[in-house]
């Protein structure tokens, strides 16, 4: 048996289906009654877990030993403890007896926190990306006894539902079909997990496939900006696809305002510029941004960042300290300079520890709603007593005399008018103004805090305490704050002292309950070492004292040693000597955080600027030429990357050339259009000022590009595309491209490519008398079946009259 027929099976009981679901219900705190093993666990998320009927496991020798003893399948649920609907799946189904009978009877349990155990996270997270699911947490999935994965998903209802006429399996039967399937056909179980583990495994170690390594040097930074650019919502800020109106949820991607940072250093660019302003100051008035508290929300489920999801995330307000203030440097806004304070005023109150490291998170729902804690009903507002010139001002500012923006009832608090728009109107002068908003913030934030409060997560994971020490030491910094330098001394110290072994090894996490001494557990991983050591070349940057870059450079070289791929360069993830799980992965994408690789990249071309030795210049520039070519494939993809390259090209005289790799049939590293080759026609310019372009492209013989629509998301990025541009301001009215040979593939699923003769017409209006030039760019990218070689990604520039 394949794993397409248990994809089939689940494709029946409707998984797609099931992640559209929203049911509006919270995390409930623990309940008296009997514990399982995980009250001994020093996880909060895993405490909250610890009254479930439900027998489970922490990740362990002792659960897998079982499974195979018993001959029983694994169910694996990952989450963490500021997810919402990993809430939602434990209220309606891991607290519920008659769900727990059935896993227990059945199946061996196991609950991961993926920010204790982020290998285990990512490994599982790939498989299930393998089997064509979306990601998302909680993570639920089938294993094998030895943990090879069998099929997962994300969330679950506990039953059957009906959406849209349809009957859509809930985790009951989804439980009974895995049981009749474990009964039935266990040996064709056993096949499909070992197929997907196999394809787990080519998928992490994807980069090394196919790889050419390019030259290191301006081109590629500027693609990366150009790209993002594109990206860049104008109305609103931040980044997403034009071409789907911005739809959907928008991040903060502090690593893309990093690299437009870096470009803003290195040049002057009008579109640069406007792409930091509107980004940082729609997301510092929106909602995203707690304006009673301080501190930004995780991300913005729709364009205009007004609703967010509420959890605060640690790390998310790390990088935006730091990129604000950074920012501030290049631009001193008065905005940037107060989203900063107010976001480490938010971590002062509410995320440090007594010792001085720094907290992971705090929940988005209370009072069994998500955001209920930050948001304001007519009723809530009245309670808090404002006066009436308090009232009018929260209303001029904040909109709340309007209709709810938030589940039609409740108010969620946003900058609809800045105050010195306000002082204006007034004709008041914007510090007396400025006051009155200070008083009235406090009423109302000493009014919220008589809410129930959300969950904190106190376990202190070093790498996003090394990010929270970056973002104090730059805030520090650029704002002369010492108050700053000594909480990011503080911190780094609690680290140092607290988070080693007695060999200097950093460790993972460390857990302290009130009134106990605190302990730290697990080897640390990649991003542990990567961004501490970010936050201590931040300390030295800022202090220019020498026991930072001290341990900066130990830390550093234990990273080498421990993770570094001496065969084909980059970083592990997990150190050499790390528990063996059948995948090991290289963190090399930039998300909600920048890849461990990334980080480590930039930290190492830092040290080559501050300590003169033969050791860290050499392996800069091979961390960089390592992921080179994807760098020039998907800029984006490893933004901070690009900005570690960007410093790497200012520090050095030249341009480095790597040696490139040997193709088969001999020659260096092609880009694809070597291999296509493009033409333009123009037709004449009709009455109306219409023009058709006849775009041709020849593709060798064994060679194919991707067809748009690829139609296979996997694919997106490979396309090909055509754009147009011109000093006459030409107008694209309709493309046209063919649909080009559809391709099974039983790893990424069913394709579209082109092959032989491709014509792609493009329909264009030109201003009345334009004469320029049209410019005319095709970006495709070639691969070979035969010899199982992509070639390096191209853009084809042409133009016609």
């Not at 608090?413 to 009235?440: C, G, H, I, M, Y």
Request: net charge neutral; hydrophobic share 40%.
């Amino acid at each position: 048996m394949r794993w397409e027929y248990t994809m089939k099976r689940f494709a029946a009981v409707g998984l797609t289906a099931l992640l559209t679901i929203a049911v509006v219900c919270g995390a409930e705190k623990p309940k008296a009654g009997p514990v399982n093993r995980l009250s001994k666990e020093l996880s909060p998320y895993l405490r909250q877990h610890a009254h479930n009927p439900v027998d489970w496991h922490p990740w362990g020798a002792e659960a897998f030993a079982k499974a195979q003893k018993e001959k029983k399948l694994i169910f694996l649920s990952i989450g963490y403890s500021s997810c919402h609907w990993c809430h939602v799946m434990e209220r309606e189904s891991f607290a519920n007896p008659e769900v727990a009978k059935i896993l227990n009877a059945s199946f061996v349990c196991i609950k991961v926190d993926r920010e204790e155990r982020p290998d285990v996270d990512e490994i599982y997270m790939t498989a299930l990306q393998v089997l064509r699911q979306r990601g998302g947490w909680p993570l639920s999935m089938f294993l094998m006894p030895d943990g090879k994965p069998i099929i997962g998903g994300t969330y679950w209802p506990p039953d059957d539902r009906m959406i849209e006429g349809e009957t859509v399996r809930g985790f009951k039967s989804i439980l009974k079909i895995m049981i009749d399937l474990h009964k039935d056909k266990y040996d064709d179980l056993a096949k499909q997990a070992e197929s997907v583990a196999k394809h787990t495994q080519q998928q992490l170690s994807e980069s090394d496939r196919g790889r050419a390594i390019v030259r290191i040097d301006r081109e590629i930074i500027d693609d990366g900006v150009k790209t993002l650019l594109a990206e860049f919502d104008p109305l609103h800020g931040g980044f997403g696809r034009s071409a789907s109106g911005f739809r959907g949820t928008k991040f903060p991607m502090p690593s893309y305002l990093e690299l437009l940072l870096a470009a803003a250093r290195t040049g002057k660019n009008a579109d640069v510029t406007k792409a930091l302003t509107v980004t940082l100051t729609k997301m510092a008035h929106g909602g995203i941004f707690d304006q009673l508290g301080g501190g930004f929300h995780r991300y913005s489920t729709e364009r205009t960042w007004t609703v967010p999801h509420f959890e605060k995330m640690l790390y998310d307000n790390a990088q935006l300290v730091e990129a604000y203030s950074a920012a501030y440097k290049l631009d001193p806004q008065p905005l940037y300079e107060q989203s900063v304070r107010e976001t480490l005023g938010f971590i002062a109150r509410e995320m440090t520890a007594p010792g001085g490291g720094f907290y992971s998170a705090l929940d988005a729902d209370s009072e069994g709603e998500e955001g209920r804690f930050y948001v304001w009903t007519a009723q809530d507002l009245a309670a808090a007593k404002l006066s009436a010139d308090e009232r009018e001002l929260l209303d001029k500012r904040c909109g709340t005399n309007g209709e709810p923006n938030f589940e039609g009832k409740y108010h969620i608090l946003k900058v609809n008018r800045p105050l010195d728009a306000l002082a204006a109107d007034e004709k008041t002068p914007l510090a007396q103004l400025a006051d009155r908003w200070s008083k009235l913030q406090a009423k109302l934030l000493a009014a919220r805090e008589r809410k129930e409060r959300p969950f904190l997560d106190t376990k202190i994971l070093a790498a996003w305490n090394g990010q929270m020490i970056a973002g104090y030491a730059k805030a520090g910094r650029v704002f002369r704050d010492e108050s700053y330098l000594a909480a990011a001394r503080k911190a780094a110290d609690f680290v140092l002292k607290n988070m080693q072994t007695k060999e200097g090894r950093l460790m993972r996490v460390y857990f302290a309950e009130s009134g106990k001494t605190g302990e730290a557990r697990l080897n640390a991983y990649l991003d542990d070492y990567a961004f501490v050591v970010h936050g201590l070349l931040n300390l030295h940057d800022a202090t220019k004292e020498p026991r930072w870059l001290d341990d900066a450079k130990r830390l550093t070289d234990l990273m080498i040693d421990l993770h570094w791929d001496k065969e084909r360069g980059g970083f592990f993830y997990t150190s050499h000597d790390h528990e063996k799980l059948f995948a090991r992965s290289k963190d090399q994408y930039d998300g909600a955080q920048p890849s461990a690789n990334s980080m480590a990249a930039r930290n190492l071309v830092r040290l080559s600027e501050k300590i003169a030795n033969a050791k860290y210049a050499p392996l800069a520039q091979k961390q960089l030429e390592t992921f080179a070519g994807t760098l020039k494939g998907a800029p984006t993809s490893l933004a901070m990357m690009l900005v570690g390259m960007s410093d790497w090209l200012e520090l050095t005289s030249s341009p480095q050339q790597p040696g490139l790799p040997k193709l088969p049939g001999g020659g260096g590293a092609k880009k694809s259009d070597s291999v296509v080759k493009v033409a333009v026609k123009a037709s004449a310019v009709d009455a109306a000022n219409k023009q058709t372009l006849t775009v041709s492209l020849e593709v060798e013989k064994d060679w194919h590009i991707y067809a748009n629509p690829v139609e296979n998301e996997m694919q997106e990025s490979a396309q090909t595309e055509v754009r147009i541009a011109g000093k006459g301001g030409p107008k694209a009215l309709k493309f046209e491209y063919p649909p080009g040979k559809k391709v099974e593939d039983k790893l990424v699923g069913s394709y579209r490519t082109y092959e032989g003769t491709v014509e792609i017409k493009v329909q264009i209006e030109r201003a009345p008398g334009d004469k320029e030039s049209v410019e005319v760019s095709v970006r495709l990218l070639a691969c070979n079946d035969k010899t199982k070689v992509c070639l390096l990604p191209a853009t084809v520039k042409l133009s016609v009259p």
